[in-house]
């Protein structure tokens, strides 16, 4: 079975410099009840445990957003009391943090009528008007975003058991296009704030609840859980390095059951891939993906910014707000670039 190894074997930041709550005094009972060796039967099991095909309807198209209900924002409403608000989204230019994997590259911000222009006289508008205009080019997914639901599959199957190649062609998404929650994603939104955790921590269950508990909050159905690790400040500090792909802290394979006990509709991280990296398996890639999302039908978003939400989140003591992280309705796209708004 998996032995979970000491936090303060990982190699990277020194947890003893960790600006947060200090790892060790998390607690580490919760069990890892499946082998290193054998993912295929881990996820395999989660899926089959925690699997919500059929729940809301063989025609459903939103997954954990249906927890999401009118009553559930209206509750997250009655969060906003100082009327401050944190935009939870990187900036969107040639800094980013991509590499070229998969073709994910940053965004390319082009002009195509500048001031410039307009004093040189060759717009050709009448009575002086002049104006400006631009283009942008970049991967849905290349900063502050949105998994949406077409985009893992699990052998072959999207969620709530349509088969993949039915559901996301050359066209696009058919099915669970991000467009058909683009009028959804507001609701209470929760912070874990974990502080400043090592590279390869595999945040579990009992860390969840811990930090929930720690922090004064309660998290339960329709919540928009957001998970800080301190990844995201220290690229800042320290360079992008391998932040796009390589190790990271993140949830373990193991919360998948809390992910689906919990009934949240959405948890999002500071990091770029959500779950831990290096995954918890000799050979693996993102298995925590292939049950939350097509399985559970969880929305997944990555590579937040918290910080300034963390940092006033410690300063009054309350880690709860509105939040509203609406996607752009792109037609059949199966995942969208987002600027969350945090209310308090």
């Known amino acids: 079975m998996f032995s979970r190894t000491d936090p303060s074997s990982f190699s990277g930041t020194d947890p003893s410099s960790f ?9 580490r009972t919760d069990p890892l009840s499946f082998s290193r060796t054998d993912p295929e039967g881990a996820i395999a099991a989660a899926a089959q445990r925690c ?6 309807g063989p025609d459903d198209v939103r997954g954990t957003m249906n927890f999401l209900t009118p009553e559930k924002r209206r509750q997250g409403a009655s969060l906003v009391r100082r009327g401050v608000s944190f935009s939870l989204s990187q900036s969107f230019d040639a800094n980013g943090p991509q590499k070229g994997w998969r073709r994910r590259t940053n965004p390319v911000h082009t002009m195509l009528d500048t001031g410039t222009d307009a004093a040189a006289g060759v717009q050709g508008f009448p009575h002086g008007i002049g104006g400006a205009d631009d283009v942008i080019a970049m991967p849905l997914q290349c900063s502050t975003q949105w998994d949406g639901l077409g985009h893992i599959f699990d ?13 996301v062609t050359s066209l696009g998404d058919g099915f669970t296009g991000i467009e058909t929650v683009a009028d959804v994603i ?3 939104g929760v912070l874990l704030d974990f502080g400043d955790l090592p590279d390869g921590y595999a945040i579990t269950a009992d860390d969840l609840t811990s930090a929930a508990e720690r922090q004064g909050v309660a998290v339960g159905r329709g919540d928009i859980v957001l998970v800080r690790t301190g990844q995201l400040a220290r690229a800042r500090r320290d360079g992008w390095g391998d932040y796009a792909g390589g190790p990271a ?5 193991a919360t998948a059951d809390w992910l689906h006990r919990t009934e949240i509709a959405a948890i999002a ?15 693996a890639f993102q298995p925590l993906h292939q049950v939350a999302i097509p399985h559970i039908g969880l929305f997944l978003g990555e590579m937040w910014d918290l910080d ?15 939040l509203t992280a609406a996607p752009l309705p792109i037609t059949g796209a199966v995942g969208s670039p987002v600027n969350p708004i945090a209310v308090k």
């Open 186 to 188: 507001a609701g209470r």
């Open 249 to 253: 802290p993140g949830l373990s394979f």
């Open 155 to 167: 052998h072959g199957h999207a969620w709530n058991g349509r088969r993949a190649a039915d559901v």
């Open 308 to 322: 300034a939400l963390a940092a006033d989140c410690a300063e009054d003591g309350v880690y709860e707000f509105w």
């Open 51 to 56: 699997s919500n095909w059929g729940r809301w």
């Open 19 to 27: 600006s947060g709550t200090d790892p060790s005094s998390f607690s």
């Open 269 to 283: 991280t500071d990091t770029w891939g959500f779950e831990v990296r290096p995954n918890e398996f000799d050979d």
